[in-house]
């Protein structure tokens, strides 16, 4: 039997991803990329692009190396926890390279439209029309993965700023910055407090005069730099820590982490702290915003309430003069018109089953890889996503009915409302385990921890108490790797070589109060172990 062709629409992390999924499958995948070359957002370009994503030069992602690595190609070790963009581009040519994905891509190939063929609901079958040196050609393939990312089209509120169009300074999308060259000496407004906007406040004050944060909600502010110095997300992405955290109420939690932040600096003082709790808002990760509030080169603002030629207005009444620059970094919002009436969105609001495919589709030919904000890594979920689909594809794996697949939806929606605070970028919430675990087990590569306990207790401690990197979902069943039990183990020593560039003494001290903590947890792990899976 002939394979099943994929059309993969674009060559970012998901895309490549998919490419290797489909191809573990047995699948004849063939990716459409329109720009030439890997790497999606994380490539770096001197100019903003229409309709691609764009990142400022000095960009370093929030999420360290273990735990954004797909599940069975470690990062080197001796590459920084944190990876600035150029890092994750060699991190991404050398997976392509090792898997042999790139004969795959057809680069400088735009999708104009995939469309259901009119025997769709026999086939499952889409035309897919592309455009390649202005030459369009259709051709009909068996699925559809699209890996377009939700960073590309920029969010600019301007009906909620009175004034914009009086403002004779420059105003422009946190998308369009690159560096702060032009800022230097000049005053500036940051609108947004996500993780653009404290990039860009922190970044922009080294060379300008003032920069005003304006947030009109204010919010928790998260370190990349961890207890211990281990990165912040190693230290809470445990299973154990989210085994705590189904045990307690969400506001004990919310207080826990709340008063370990303000012990950090207290948020109040700052101007940062929200109305809402911990848990209701996307994580900002900003380890230098306080430093630059705290020397006086950020001042944190409410909401502009007005704009005049060179003033800005604020909601509490305070104005700033001669304002030379506003940057909106108020985040994006996504749509798929390739996909005509296939995948309508309003107000960043999709209907789609686990994040993935749509429900009311006859087969379930169609997925979208990597439409979600998790907190935690993308890249091991669009991994995720993307074995998952390719196994439906292959006929491997069912959907569900139409109308389960609905109320999954809609509890899904509920929940997230239930849960963080209304705004256009809280439509696509996951949390990082429990999203990867209820994919996984879709698949049954859901690690046993009960098993992995009586075959292999130090490996079972790892997977329990230690961060839960992607390598565990390749411990067991389909695409299961050998590498995954090494991996496990030694992710330790990945986390410190780079750090450790001196020989130093390792002695931590601490002694016998360490010990008796040591003791504590682990009694406190085994009877969680126990009163979970026994
Ligand atoms: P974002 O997370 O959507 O944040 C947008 C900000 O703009 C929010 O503070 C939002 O406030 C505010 N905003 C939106 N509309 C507004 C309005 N009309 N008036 C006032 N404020 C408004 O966008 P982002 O910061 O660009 O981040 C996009 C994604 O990229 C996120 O997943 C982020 O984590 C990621 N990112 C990562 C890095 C990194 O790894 N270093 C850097 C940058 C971005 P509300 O909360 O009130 O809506």
Redesign the pocket.
């Known amino acids: 039997m002939a394979k099943k062709r994929v059309a993969i629409i674009g060559g970012g992390s998901s895309g490549l991803c998919s490419v290797k999924c489909c191809l573990d499958e047995g699948l004849e995948p063939v990716c459409f990329e329109s720009s030439d070359d890997i790497g999606g957002l994380w490539r770096f370009k001197e100019n903003p692009e229409e309709d691609r994503a764009s990142i400022y030069k000095s ?5 360290s190396k273990e735990m954004m690595c797909f599940s069975d190609y470690p990062i080197p070790d001796d590459y920084p926890n944190y990876m600035p963009n150029s890092k994750i581009m060699e991190y991404f040519r050398q997976y392509a390279k090792h898997f042999d994905l790139l004969k795959y891509v057809r680069f400088r190939t735009k999708v104009c439209s995939a469309t259901r063929r009119p025997d769709f609901a026999s086939t499952g079958q889409w035309d897919v029309v592309v455009e390649t040196d202005g030459k369009q050609e259709s051709s009909i393939f068996d699925a559809v993965m699209v890996c377009t990312g939700h ?1 590309t089209t920029a ?1 600019m ?1 301007l009906d ?2 009175p004034g914009i169009e009086k403002f004779q300074g420059r105003y422009f999308h ?1 998308r369009d910055y690159k560096d702060p060259n032009e800022f230097t000496g000049k005053r500036v407004i940051v ?9 860009l406040a922190v970044e922009i004050s080294h060379t300008a005069e003032q920069v005003f944060l ?4 204010g ?1 928790w502010i998260l370190n990349r730099v961890g207890d211990k110095g281990y990165p912040g997300d190693v230290v809470f992405s445990t299973r154990f820590n989210l085994l705590l955290k189904q045990f307690l109420l969400p506001y004990i939690v919310n207080n826990w982490v709340e008063n370990r932040l303000n012990e950090r600096f207290n948020h109040s003082h700052y101007g940062l702290k929200p109305q809402h709790r911990f848990l209701s ?2 994580p900002t ?1 900003n380890d230098e915003l306080p430093n630059r509030i705290i020397s006086g080169k950020v001042q944190v603002k409410p ?1 502009i309430k007005e704009l005049t030629e060179r003033a800005a207005i604020f909601e509490d009444g305070s104005k700033e003069e001669d304002i030379d620059f506003i940057v909106f ?4 919002s996504f749509s798929f018109p390739f996909l005509g009436n296939a995948l309508p969105v309003t107000n960043n609001q999709v209907t789609l089953y686990k994040f993935v495919f749509p429900p009311h589709l006859e087969k379930p030919t169609l997925a979208i890889i990597g439409l979600v ?1 998790p907190l935690g890594a993308i890249m091991p979920i669009s991994e995720m996503q993307a074995r998952w689909a390719s196994r439906v594809f292959k006929g491997l794996e069912t959907l569900p009915s139409e109308s389960e697949m609905l109320s999954d939806i809609t509890a899904k929606k509920t929940a997230m409302e239930k849960r963080y ?1 209304r ?4 439509t696509i919430q996951v949390d990082y385990i429990e999203y990867m675990d209820e994919l996984a087990s879709q698949i049954g590569v859901k690690p046993s921890i009960g098993s992995l306990s009586l075959t292999n207790p130090k490996l079972a401690w790892e997977v329990l108490m230690g961060p839960c990197t992607p390598f565990q979902y390749r411990l067991q069943g389909p695409g299961k790797w050998s590498g995954a039990r090494k991996a496990i183990l030694t992710q330790q020593d990945r986390i410190i070589k780079p750090l450790r560039t001196r020989p130093t003494d390792n002695s931590a001290g601490g002694g016998l109060l360490s010990l008796v903590f040591k003791m504590a947890g682990l009694a406190v792990a085994v009877f969680a172990v126990v009163c979970t899976f026994f």
Not at 59 to 63: A, K, R
Not at 193 to 199: E, L, R
Not at 214 to 217: A, D, K, L
Request: glycine fraction near 12%; proline fraction near 5%; hydrophobic fraction near 25%.
């Open positions: 960009v370093i992602i929030n999420t960073h969010h509120p909620t700023f946190s609108i947004g407090i996500g993780n653009s906007g404290g990039d304006s947030t009109r909600r919010a808002q996307h990760i909401n970094a108020t985040g994006y904000q605070v705004s256009p970028r809280h």
